[in-house]
């Protein structure tokens, strides 16, 4: 394995460069293995469960939900203030910002953003509640493609470009996710379902945010800096990706509307 790791190692560098060594050593992050192996896991039980459901009655899973909703509000609406605040403390360059140019609100940056890579793989919980509750019918080829995306992106972002223009998508989705699960949470108490009145304003968030991302991506194209130009082409085209699988998924819940 440590062979294979190192093999890996070489060629993720011979094709994207020397990692930053600020991130040397954090959890996680020094080898691929781990987020591969739990990317190949989530793809098991989102095949596998569902078969072993069939038959099962769905479990409620309703405390732990408002805990689990609320746990992950609450740690984005901390990544966001606290990206708010980096670039604000390091006098982020909206339209471009290179990954060592703000001392230390470039580290305070960092620290976030690997919370925010961590985030993604505590949110393959989401998937994992639809199979329990037997709720097939949320788990999409967007669900789905989503998830595990956008771990393995993160990863390689946190090795190679952890800040600097790297902030901006994390920040706008921080916010998403603070509407997003306080809704879910929330929802999981019949009580409080008639007051929760922004679901609809949901995904059209998601499909501002990454209108938003393309258009910031593209000006650190437009007008570079030291970023590096190919993981900005990287991300518009993801950006697009999710565009196109979103506005799918609106239209096809706009049909199925009174």
Known sequence: MENFDASLSTYFKALLGPRDTRVKGWFLLDNYIPTFICSVIYL?????????MRNRQPFSCRGILVVYNLGLTLLSLYMFCELVTGVWEGRYNFFCQGTRSAGEADMKIIRVLWWYYFSKLIEFMDTFFFILRKN???ITVLHVYHHVSMLNIWWFVMNWVPCGHSYFGATLNSFIHVLMYSYYGLSSIPSMRPYLWWKKYITQGQLLQFVLTIIQTSCGVIWPCTFPLGWLYFQ????????ALFTNFYIQVSLTLP
């Not at 098991?44 to 072993?52: A, D, F, N, S």
Request: glycine share 10%; net charge positive.
């Open 136 to 138: 097939n019918h949320q």
């Open 44 to 52: 098991l039980i989102v095949w596998l469960g569902p078969k072993y």
């Open 236 to 243: 518009i085209g993801y950006m697009i990706s999710l565009i």
